[in-house]
């Protein structure tokens, strides 16, 4: 035994405690800006998950035997190590971090001052996504700040509708005969055609059909090709919608979306070292890098991804600017969520299985292919969440622990680096990692993403790619039937072995340590597993149209006088309207912004104080522009314990 602790249980949890009070309180007074305190705070980290590592290695072990305990205790301990050292490559990219802010805004005034803009053409990608979702992008690119522009509206479904929307709204429209390498190739053949125009563009932005970007999108992104290597800037991804897991637990004020993370922590550090990748949407690249490397890639499901390293190879770098320049629709249900997070790792491990990818002949830099190995840790390190939930389940059925060792030593070495590591993330994340409800959002992809690794080991190419689906209907609760029915087997599994072992007349007068700790473990485990399934329960959203918060000043036209009113929320089909009494009006009109008139119902003494409006064409078009000129802000940007865990409460016991 190479790690030994006194054999005091209350001594040990005091210690626990203490860790956990003593890092708290460093992460109130420790700032994340500093590099020093980075470093002090990574190091302890990285010190506390090495020791914890360093103990299951050599004092936990058993000896390899075709047995199902020592398998079992090896392959747990193989997800958990993968786990691990995903924790501690991470602490070692976040001590750095980049922020072009000062530079885009430098760049910006020397454009208005001297005038000479690249030219830009604008590449809006759809497939089957309804007017409805399109429009937010369309019309918001068309009112973006920018002398010198051209907007394509890329369908690749070849729908009528489309076509006669465009040119409605004065926009090209291009499409094609075949969907040959799905997005890619959409992409490629707006490349190919707009290439033989005389007037090409400099720049090429491209929007994902759900995105709206802002009026200075582009002022605060071109500046930054002034630099020639620059390839691609890309920008951060904003929901103006609640991701499944915020909306049916109902904490979308109080936790945010599990991409957080990644886009503004994660990509500002990766960018520190020139390894930010791009993520599909509101981003521009420089027309001249995609055509010396032929276009789109497409050999990868994640092209995006796969885009920013083939512009590595060339010398390119792929700029983050870390700024809230658009918004888009997040993925409504469960079945989207998990699509686009297996497609996510599937094309992450078919860029690694490229001859010339990161992991082969590449011409990549060693930082680039160590960046590229830390991406794919994370999908590989999801099975150790079903190891995690199983485990104690394990023990108590077939009298097999996870984890061989004295169960003292565990609480010394385990628990407290696990404190610490909740400690630091949630610090160098700013708030946007809470305990279990981070467990949560890996838990729900977890079985999935674990069958799509699987999958990968026998045919990593050759799957469709999957477009995620955005609109329609989400009136009336859902349940993702196989999603749910995993997560109560795994929640009845954890309950089962604990009632069996407690309550049963079988059961031992008094529990050893090693009982004690896996009925914690199974408890746990049940929470999460039962947290999960409430997520699998899609509650209902309101209408077709999320309603955007904003306090804007309105006139109201109703039982022969006008009002003034405050509209707290809209959309182009509703306001609400809280300061308005109850009263059976029938049909008003409303006037805000530059909108001008237009009719409201307010029949019915509607409490909900939510009417519905009925704009015109231009009426229409000028709410969106009013609704996604300044980014709103719908969802959380940081989340709150407390407040998560009452909401969590409420959800679980009321409904």
Known sequence: MFFNVDSDVAGVLLFDLGIALMFIAFAKLADRDRLADRILFGGITMLSLVLYLSWRWLDTL??????????????????????????????VILLHSSDWTKEADRRQEEMEKTGNYPSVDVFICTYNEPINILEKSVICASAMDYPRLRIFVCDDTRRPEIREYCARVGLNYLTRPDNHHAKAGNLDNALQTTNLSDDRSDLIMVLDADFAPQRNFLKRVVGLFEVQNVGLVQTPQFYFNSDPIQHNLGIRSSFVDDQRVFFDTFQPAKDAVGCAFCVG?????????????????????????????RLMERGY????????????????????????????CLGTIQIGLLKDGPLGYGRF???QRLHYVHGLLCWLSKPFILCMLFAPSVYWLFDVTAIQADEIVFMKYGISALLVFWSYSSWISAGRT??????????ITALPITIALCQAVRKPFGRPFK????????????????TATFFAFATLLSATSVAATVFIWSSPTEFSQRDCLNLVWSGFSMLISFISLLVCIELPRFGQEELIKMRIPATLQAGNAKHQVTIEAMSTQHVV???????????GTLKFGHVGWIKIDLSGGNLSHCFRISPGFEQHNEILRMLFRQPPDNVARTGTLGKSMVTLCRRAFVG
């Not at 490397?293 to 499901?301: C, D, K, Q, R, S």
């Not at 309207?577 to 049909?587: K, Q």
């Open 62 to 91: 058993p000896d390899l035997e075709l047995t199902g305990a020592s398998l079992w205790q090896h392959v747990y301990f193989a997800f958990e190590a993968i786990s691990i050292i995903y924790a501690l490559g991470s602490i």
């Open 281 to 309: 949407t509101s981003f521009v690249v420089r027309r001249s890098a995609l055509n010396e490397m032929g276009g789109f890639p497409h050999e990868a499901l994640s092209e995006d991804m796969l885009l920013s390293y």
């Open 317 to 344: 770098v792929t700029r983050w600017l870390n700024e809230k320049l658009s918004v888009g629709l997040s993925a409504e249900g469960i079945p989207e969520y998990i699509t686009q997070r297996t497609r996510w």
């Open 365 to 367: 830099t060693l930082t």
């Open 434 to 443: 809470l305990p279990l409800f981070t467990e949560v959002t890996h838990a």
């Open 467 to 482: 477009v995620t689906e955005k609109g329609g209907d989400r009136s009336t609760v859902r349940i993702h039937a196989p």
């Open 577 to 587: 309207i809280n300061n308005l009494e109850a009263n059976d009006w029938g049909e």
